[in-house]
Protein backbone atom coordinates (compact mmCIF):
# COMPACT_ATOMS: atom_id res chain seq x y z
CA UNK A 1 0.00 0.00 0.00
CA UNK A 2 1.38 3.49 -0.84
CA UNK A 3 0.56 6.74 0.28
CA UNK A 4 1.36 9.51 -1.71
CA UNK A 5 0.74 12.99 0.27
CA UNK A 6 0.79 16.44 -1.65
CA UNK A 7 -0.26 20.44 -1.71
CA UNK A 8 2.43 21.41 1.16
CA UNK A 9 3.98 24.76 0.73
CA UNK A 10 4.55 28.17 1.77
CA UNK A 11 1.59 30.06 2.93
CA UNK A 12 1.56 33.47 4.67
CA UNK A 13 -0.70 33.66 7.99
CA UNK A 14 -4.31 33.50 7.52
CA UNK A 15 -4.02 31.74 4.67
CA UNK A 16 -5.25 28.45 3.57
CA UNK A 17 -3.64 25.21 1.70
CA UNK A 18 -5.33 21.71 0.75
CA UNK A 19 -3.14 18.53 0.98
CA UNK A 20 -4.27 15.56 -0.80
CA UNK A 21 -3.45 12.19 0.28
CA UNK A 22 -3.87 9.68 -2.47
CA UNK A 23 -3.53 5.47 -1.88
CA UNK A 24 -2.60 3.13 -3.86
CA UNK A 25 -5.77 1.19 -3.39
CA UNK A 26 -9.64 1.70 -2.08
CA UNK A 27 -9.68 3.64 0.85
CA UNK A 28 -12.96 2.20 1.90
CA UNK A 29 -10.79 -0.95 3.08
CA UNK A 30 -8.91 1.86 5.51
CA UNK A 31 -10.70 1.59 9.23
CA UNK A 32 -9.46 5.11 9.63
CA UNK A 33 -7.47 7.46 7.53
CA UNK A 34 -5.38 10.19 9.54
CA UNK A 35 -3.32 13.53 8.85
CA UNK A 36 0.14 13.90 11.05
CA UNK A 37 2.23 16.58 11.97
CA UNK A 38 6.01 17.11 13.01
CA UNK A 39 7.45 20.21 13.60
CA UNK A 40 10.87 20.91 14.04
CA UNK A 41 12.50 19.42 17.54
CA UNK A 42 8.96 18.42 18.07
CA UNK A 43 7.35 14.77 17.87
CA UNK A 44 4.52 13.84 15.54
CA UNK A 45 1.08 14.49 16.38
CA UNK A 46 -2.29 13.56 15.25
CA UNK A 47 -4.07 16.27 13.26
CA UNK A 48 -7.32 14.33 12.57
CA UNK A 49 -8.77 11.12 11.93
CA UNK A 50 -11.81 10.19 9.17
CA UNK A 51 -13.28 7.15 10.17
CA UNK A 52 -14.55 4.44 6.52
CA UNK A 53 -18.16 5.90 7.36
CA UNK A 54 -16.81 9.58 7.30
CA UNK A 55 -16.95 10.19 11.27
CA UNK A 56 -13.94 12.81 11.50
CA UNK A 57 -12.02 14.22 14.61
CA UNK A 58 -9.23 17.23 15.42
CA UNK A 59 -7.12 18.12 17.57
CA UNK A 60 -7.99 20.94 20.05
CA UNK A 61 -5.46 23.39 18.05
CA UNK A 62 -6.78 22.79 14.68
CA UNK A 63 -10.97 22.37 15.08
CA UNK A 64 -12.65 24.97 13.16
CA UNK A 65 -9.80 26.04 11.22
CA UNK A 66 -8.75 22.79 9.41
CA UNK A 67 -11.60 20.13 7.63
CA UNK A 68 -10.72 16.50 6.58
CA UNK A 69 -12.57 15.16 3.76
CA UNK A 70 -12.77 12.17 1.26
CA UNK A 71 -13.51 10.83 -1.78
CA UNK A 72 -13.96 7.20 -2.36
CA UNK A 73 -13.84 7.43 -6.03
CA UNK A 74 -10.52 9.28 -5.94
CA UNK A 75 -9.41 7.06 -3.28
CA UNK A 76 -8.28 10.77 -1.42
CA UNK A 77 -8.27 12.32 1.66
CA UNK A 78 -7.69 15.79 1.70
CA UNK A 79 -6.88 18.27 4.55
CA UNK A 80 -8.13 21.87 4.03
CA UNK A 81 -6.10 24.00 5.93
CA UNK A 82 -7.57 27.72 6.71
CA UNK A 83 -6.24 30.55 8.85
CA UNK A 84 -2.78 29.05 8.96
CA UNK A 85 -0.82 30.04 12.23
CA UNK A 86 3.03 29.76 12.09
CA UNK A 87 2.64 27.49 14.74
CA UNK A 88 1.19 24.79 12.26
CA UNK A 89 4.16 24.95 10.26
CA UNK A 90 5.12 21.25 9.98
CA UNK A 91 6.02 18.14 7.88
CA UNK A 92 2.25 16.92 7.75
CA UNK A 93 1.75 13.36 6.59
CA UNK A 94 -1.43 11.32 5.92
CA UNK A 95 -2.17 7.63 7.39
CA UNK A 96 -3.98 4.85 6.91
CA UNK A 97 -5.22 2.30 9.44
CA UNK A 98 -6.34 -1.50 9.15
CA UNK A 99 -6.22 -4.48 10.69
CA UNK A 100 -3.43 -3.40 13.14
CA UNK A 101 -1.41 -1.36 10.95
CA UNK A 102 -0.88 1.57 10.33
CA UNK A 103 0.61 2.83 6.84
CA UNK A 104 2.41 6.53 6.10
CA UNK A 105 2.56 8.82 3.64
CA UNK A 106 5.89 10.66 2.53
CA UNK A 107 5.22 13.73 3.96
CA UNK A 108 4.23 17.41 2.55
CA UNK A 109 6.48 20.35 3.87
CA UNK A 110 3.50 23.03 4.92
CA UNK A 111 5.25 26.28 6.31
CA UNK A 112 3.66 29.22 7.59
CA UNK A 113 5.10 32.96 7.82
CA UNK A 114 4.25 35.41 10.02
Known amino acids: VQLQASGGGLVQAGGSLRLSCTAS????????MGWYRQAPGKQRELVGLISNVGSVTYVDSVKGRFTISRDNAKNTVYLQMNSLKPEDTAVYYC?????????WGQGTQVTVSS
Open 25 to 32: RSIFSFNL
Open 95 to 103: SGYVSGTYY
